[in-house]
T-cell receptor, first 114, second 115 residues
Framework: AQKVTQAQTEISVVEKEDVTLDCVYE???????LFWYKQPPSGELVFLIR??????QNEISGRYSWNFQKSTSSFNFTITASQVVDSAVYFC???????????FGQGTELSVKP | EPEVTQTPSHQVTQMGQEVILRCVPI?????FYWYRQILGQKVEFLVS????????KSEIFDDQFSVERPDGSNFTLKIRSTKLEDSAMYFC?????????????FGDGTRLSIL
């Protein structure tokens, strides 16, 4: 069975701090895809980043970076120099099959205070 | 940039009534999905739809639920006899195809309130 765990329920930081959101996934499939979505207070789901199981290169995109480690089944997401507008719930999600359904974690509520 | 659109944004319905939630996926996308999110909880998969038929459904998607693509653009979710526990945010999503790592693009959701 597939599962995504986000152990951090809530995180609170002060503006300009770096913050890392943890995600651990479970799957027996060898090919899978991992995603991070942001859900601001307005409620929509916004795609942020994705990673393939066969590509462990970690990347940086603007203030976002991610650390994918197959050995520990983790896909952590870091926001550098956080801003108040980053306040939202962040969901990690896993996709394994061709049908493509997403399996979401419980979400981490990030609060960035000025 | 093309986007998934959902209507209405908020639907209030009496328990036992039928409700239809509407979605217009991105035009060149081939896979369509419905998810729901009960307030304060995680997003849960309901059903996926491809080539005019259901490709996968979850345990939540029981006989009270149905999906349809009545024309070339709309994708609807029908709940036949709503229950209080159907109150949730319902998200529609679409994706280009199944053979890539392309993400699902979500609509802004329909908040369904059952009284």
């Amino acid at each position: 069975a597939q599962k995504v765990t986000q152990a951090q329920t809530e995180i609170s930081v002060v503006e300009k701090e770096d913050v890392t959101l943890d995600c651990v996934y479970e799957t027996r499939d060898t090919t899978y895809y991992l995603f991070w979505y942001k859900q601001p207070p307005s409620g929509e789901l916004v795609f942020l980043i994705r990673r393939n199981s066969f590509d462990e290169q970690n990347e940086i995109s603007g203030r976002y970076s991610w650390n994918f480690q197959k050995s520990t089944s983790s896909f952590n997401f870091t926001i550098t120099a956080s801003q108040v507008v980053d306040s939202a719930v962040y969901f990690c999600a896993l996709r394994v099959n061709q049908g493509g359904k997403l399996i979401f974690g419980q979400g981490t509520e990030l609060s960035v205070k000025p | 940039e093309p986007e998934v659109t959902q209507t209405p944004s908020h639907q209030v319905t009496q328990m036992g009534q039928e409700v239809i939630l509407r979605c217009v996926p991105i035009s060149n996308h081939l896979y369509f999905y419905w998810y729901r999110q009960i307030l304060g909880q995680k997003v849960e998969f309901l059903v996926s739809f491809y080539n005019n038929e259901i490709s996968e459904k979850s345990e939540i998607f029981d006989d009270q639920f149905s999906v349809e693509r009545p024309d070339g653009s709309n994708f609807t979710l029908k709940i036949r006899s709503t229950k209080l526990e159907d109150s949730a945010m319902y998200f529609c999503a679409s994706r280009v195809d199944s053979y890539s790592n392309q993400p699902q693009h979500f609509g802004d959701g329909t908040r369904l309130s059952i009284l």
